[in-house]
């Protein structure tokens, strides 16, 4: 059936979609076939990006490296409370590149866990398979 206007009246059985002014990325789903998804539900970038190495990007798996670096960035905080308490402040200048090389990774994992989180939650919405690529 064709869109129409708002002021027209509709056929029979016509329903809006919701998703209508979004654009949607057709991608593969885990079952095979090609799905639609706005950005939102599509969540974290899913192809392995021609690495060597297969990314993480399952919630579940973003959580536990999000739990990982969260653990990294403590024993950071522990090593400058250790400096502070001996009084070895002189260490922090050699090493001060150490604190934004860890910040970065450690928003970023956050970051990508809570996108995919509500990728997540909006696809289970829609009843949307998982996309692959």
């Known amino acids: 059936m064709a869109r129409r206007s708002d002021g027209v009246p509709q ?3 016509y329903s809006l979609s919701g998703l209508a002014g979004e654009q949607l990325k ?11 998804y706005t950005r939102a539900e599509y969540g974290v970038r899913k192809d392995d990006g021609r690495g060597l190495v297969k990314p993480v990007n ?11 670096l969260t653990a990294c960035l403590g024993g950071l905080l ?11 402040w002189h260490i922090l200048g050699e090493v001060w ?3 934004p090389a860890c910040l ?3 928003l970023a994992a956050w970051a990508a866990y ?11 919405a829609r009843n949307l398979p ?3 690529d």
């Open 58 to 68: 399952s919630s579940g798996g973003l959580l536990f490296l999000s739990i990982l």
């Open 26 to 36: 057709y991608r593969r789903a885990e079952n095979g076939e090609m799905v639609g």
């Open 97 to 99: 590149w150490v604190f």
């Open 11 to 13: 056929e029979p059985g």
């Open 78 to 88: 522990y090593g400058v409370v250790q400096v502070a308490l001996t009084d070895q």
């Open 130 to 132: 998982r996309p692959v």
């Open 104 to 106: 970065f990774p450690f």
């Open 114 to 124: 809570f996108k995919e989180r509500r990728a997540e939650k909006l696809r289970k």
